[in-house]
């Protein structure tokens, strides 16, 4: 099928599995990790649109590309990006969710110790937070700072940290105030080892074979979630960058350039910043189409000019990263 085709296929008309794919070796290493820290308890697993866990559900959904080469592929072209495509990035992924299914497993968001370390679940979640880099009182796990996103992320994002049986937890946190967090985790893991948790439902929700929506529909409702608040280009940060002179009017486009350099200025600034491909490829498109409405060219060296415009977008990806308008994923 085209891409063309695949989108206006409904997803529950995929007639996706979780058996026989990638997934079912990666699920398997979660439950082994499980299983050397003595827990009992093991999540249950399906495929719907997210990586999700919902409350009151010990389980974990699993974004359906995942259980399809054709369908990563789609999902690179629509959204420049898998979440969770590689085997590394997946079991982040899933140790991060395995800490939200655990948590409701055991109700440990009721313990006193737990409000007290995290903060209290009740919490609104906030559809943007502002992360602070530097500080020592949360793990890094996932991208983006996302303990500091909600307590209960907090929660996940530190069992993901302790779960592995060769993290180094102890050695990495050493001096750190998530110290105390992690070693609640590993002292109540313990107090649960090998004990059947308070909650067992085996529910799931929004499971892909109930998703009447169209890949189509999916993806522009994903790319308008993304596509939202990002920071305008100002005109004289892209007159510092490229020239309006007559003198340069037979040199390359910048909007050209832009769009040749495209894709390495997308991954080199989400190393540097830790942000979605998606988000920087908006703020890339801006700025092409704001150079070419001023009629930019290059006025310098190619090369110092695709490291000054690798520059300008991580700034502005910063920027907005930083300004309080961090998207809380869940």
């Not at 500091?148 to 049986?165: I, N, R, S, Y």
Request: net charge positive; aromatic share 10%; charged share 30%.
């Amino acid at each position: 099928m085209t891409d063309e085709e695949l989108l206006d296929m409904r997803i529950c008309d995929l007639k996706l599995s979780i058996r026989d794919t990638i997934l079912e070796a990666r699920i398997d290493q979660l439950n082994r990790e499980l299983a050397d820290r003595g827990l009992k308890f093991r999540p249950h697993f399906w495929l719907s649109e997210d990586w999700f866990s919902p409350d009151g559900i010990p389980g974990i959904a699993i974004p359906f590309y995942l259980a399809h080469p054709r369908l990563c592929r789609l999902e690179r072209k629509q959204l420049l990006e898998v979440e969770g495509g590689t085997k590394q990035w997946c079991m982040k992924i899933l140790r991060h969710e395995a800490g939200h299914a655990i948590d409701t497993a055991f109700q440990i968001r009721r313990k006193a110790r737990y409000r007290e370390l995290f903060g209290k679940s009740s919490e609104p979640y906030r559809e943007f937070y502002k992360p602070n880099p530097q500080t020592r009182d949360y793990v890094l796990h996932l991208e983006m700072w996302y303990a500091q996103a909600h307590p209960l992320e907090d929660f996940a994002e530190t069992f993901a940290v302790w779960l592995p049986k060769k993290s180094r937890w102890k050695t990495r946190y050493r001096n750190w105030p998530a110290l105390k967090k992690l070693e609640y985790v590993d002292e109540f893991m313990s107090s649960v080892a090998g004990k059947t948790p308070t909650v067992q439902s085996k529910q799931t929700l929004d499971p892909v074979s109930q998703i009447r929506r169209t890949l189509r529909t999916h993806y522009r409702r994903k790319r308008e979630h993304y596509g939202m608040d990002y920071p305008n280009v100002y005109d004289k940060d892209l007159r510092k960058l490229f020239s309006c002179d007559r003198s340069h009017r037979r040199n390359p486009t910048a909007a050209a350039l832009l769009s040749r350099w495209r894709g390495e200025i997308r991954r080199v600034v989400a190393n540097w910043t830790g942000a979605n491909s998606y988000m920087i490829d908006q703020v890339l498109q801006e700025m092409i189409e704001r150079c070419r409405e001023l009629n930019l060219r290059l006025g310098t060296s190619a090369e110092v000019c695709k490291r000054d415009a690798m520059i300008l977008v991580a700034l502005r990806t910063s920027n907005y990263l930083n300004s309080g308008h961090r998207r809380v994923m869940m």
